[in-house]
């Protein structure tokens, strides 16, 4: 059976069936922050020109559930193993979900 798209790429996550580097490097840190970055400055650009402040956070926050969830794929992810590399990367899940939500 082929994988089915969106719903196979949060099962695969939320499974610990990706690994935990490409879920830590690409899907968080890397696209996940480009995801970020382009929702604030779309948010910037919305205040700047001058629409209702309820859209602006609107914009600025739609991405809060999914930093949530890439964050509670990484510490599920990391459940399944140990060491400094493993604690590091919660620690580093932790603080860009901070991060991300206070940015």
């Known amino acids: 059976m082929l994988p089915d798209g969106v719903g196979y790429f ?18 968080l840190a890397l696209v996940g ?7 604030a400055v779309a948010a910037i650009i919305l205040l700047a020109l001058k629409l209702p402040l309820v859209l602006v956070l609107a914009v600025h926050f739609a991405l ?12 599920r992810t990391t459940e399944r193993a ?3 590399k493993v604690s590091l990367m919660t620690l580093g899940a932790t603080l860009w979900l901070i991060l991300t939500v206070v940015v």
């Open 10 to 27: 949060f099962r695969s996550r939320w499974q610990g069936w990706v690994p935990l580097d490409r879920l830590f490097w690409r899907d």
């Open 82 to 84: 140990s060491g400094i």
């Open 64 to 75: 809060v559930p999914y930093n949530i969830f890439l964050t509670f794929a990484v510490w």
């Open 33 to 39: 922050t480009a995801l970020n970055v382009a929702s």
